[in-house]
């Protein structure tokens, strides 16, 4: 097959990393990443489960303050998230 147009192995991942799904699937596994970065390092380090499923963040955290405060920022914290992961893939989000 000929083509008439090459392409750059670059340029066709980077097609390939945009597609909706791919991306999608990309953010969902950053997730750890963005709590990290959005609730600051202490929260973080408090944070024992960190995991996704089906729409909903299960978090851990072992402080019965710590997780008192992130239980009351949940629909804030579940709006800053997507908004880093560029789409809307968290539905609710868990504290343990």
């Known amino acids: 097959m000929k083509r008439t147009e090459p392409k750059l192995i670059g340029d066709i991942l980077k097609e390939f990393f945009e597609r909706p799904y791919v991306?999608?699937?990309?953010?969902?596994?950053?997730?750890?990443?963005?709590?990290?970065?959005?609730?600051?390092?202490?929260?973080?380090?408090?944070?024992?489960?960190?995991?996704?499923?089906?729409?909903?963040?299960?978090?851990?955290?072992?402080?019965g303050v710590a997780r008192q405060e992130i239980f009351y920022r949940r629909d804030e914290l579940m709006m800053r998230l997507n908004e880093r992961a560029g789409h809307k893939i968290i539905n609710t989000i868990i504290v343990r």
């Open 23 to 63: 991306a999608r699937r990309i953010a969902m596994g950053n997730i750890p990443d963005y709590w990290r970065e959005i609730v600051g390092e202490h929260i973080a380090d408090l944070t024992h489960e960190c995991r996704f499923e089906n729409g909903i963040l299960y978090i851990g955290i072992s402080s």
